[in-house]
């Protein structure tokens, strides 16, 4: 047992860097402006896969070992909101991706793209499941903004996405806007992704609330509520591959703004000059949940160096 960290931002990436804390014995309380299910990690999709996330050489090792986990909270579904589920990932080549493809279990290449039974998340379950485990854990949640990173005391672990534009500040943290549309699922049963490096992309996943479709990704567009020609152009594309869509009842409309870097991922530590000891891990864009567990796990060796 130590200092108290303080682990600041209550999404995904904050939640599982507190729950790796808390369980290797360290005091932790998180600093969360929002309510857990009012975070950008809620209303993601959320398929794992490394998704507009950098820098390349550190993305597949952080993936893999957060595979590893997922694979096994998928055996308690209700529970942790994770599922093993099989889908297709159009248009993409084996030979497009990086060595973490070779340790995927069950990737083949299929005459679509690429075939693969993945983990698929259903965020607001799992945000809670992660509460749940913090708190058994000793860990604390707490509904507090951070005004500067210095106001958290000697040791701070900054998960807070997007608000490091302002908190930190740093100037290469931008948006990259997601918006989605949840109709009632008319019986689909796999998840389908046709990824672009435009602003437009198809994909559906199945989740236990819903059909999820997506999707945008519209750089440096800072705009949170739906655009209702941006819905209708979504479920118009999902259509497109499984024609049943069309004439589903539409639940919900959701965006997220994802917290991308210029730089890719920032994940290091850095000191004051009082001393004070600061984490930064944030600047995870498209695949916060996907590389969630291999950067907690680096924040606390860094917490512990």
């Known amino acids: 047992m130590g200092s108290e960290v303080i682990v600041v931002g209550g999404g995904v990436i904050g939640l599982t860097t507190a729950v790796t804390l808390a369980e290797s014995g360290t005091p932790v309380r ?9 975070t950008t990690s809620a209303v993601a999709g959320a398929l794992w896969w490394p998704y507009r996330i950098e820098p390349e050489e550190r993305v597949g090792a952080w993936s893999l070992a957060s595979l590893r986990v997922y694979e096994r909270l998928a055996r308690s579904p209700d529970e942790t909101g ?4 099989p889908g297709v990932m159009a248009g993409t080549a ?6 973490w493809a070779a340790a995927v279990p069950g ?12 983990p698929l998340i259903d965020m607001p379950t799992h945000l809670r499941y992660l509460r749940h485990r913090l708190e058994t854990a000793g860990g604390v949640l707490e509904l507090r903004a951070a005004e500067r ?6 040791l701070v672990v900054n998960c807070t996405g997007l608000g490091a534009r302002e908190l930190v500040p740093d100037p290469e943290m931008g948006s990259v806007r997601g918006q989605l549309v949840v109709v009632e699922n008319p019986g689909v049963d796999t998840w389908y992704v046709a990824a672009t490096h435009g602003a437009e992309s198809v994909y559906l996943f199945p989740q236990p609330y819903g059909l999820v479709l997506g999707g945008t990704a519209q ?3 800072w705009v949170t509520e739906p655009d209702p020609a941006v819905a209708r152009a979504i479920v118009e594309r999902c259509s497109r591959v499984r024609p049943e869509v ?5 639940l919900e409309h959701r965006v997220g703004l994802r917290p991308a870097r210029a730089g890719g991922v920032r994940l290091a530590a850095e000191r004051s000059p009082s001393g004070a000891l ?3 891990n944030y600047g995870h864009g498209g695949a916060g949940v996907t590389v969630a567990w291999g950067c907690a796990r680096d924040a606390a060796r860094l917490v512990a160096s």
């Open 30 to 38: 998180v600093w969360s402006r929002e309510p857990v299910d009012a």
């Open 82 to 85: 994770v599922r093993l589920m």
């Open 94 to 99: 084996l030979a497009g991706l990086g060595p």
């Open 107 to 118: 990737l083949r290449a299929d005459p679509q793209g690429l075939r693969a039974s993945l």
């Open 149 to 154: 990173l210095d106001e958290a005391g000697p």
């Open 219 to 221: 750089e440096d567009d």
């Open 246 to 250: 069309a004439g589903a009842r539409i």
């Open 278 to 280: 600061c984490v930064h």
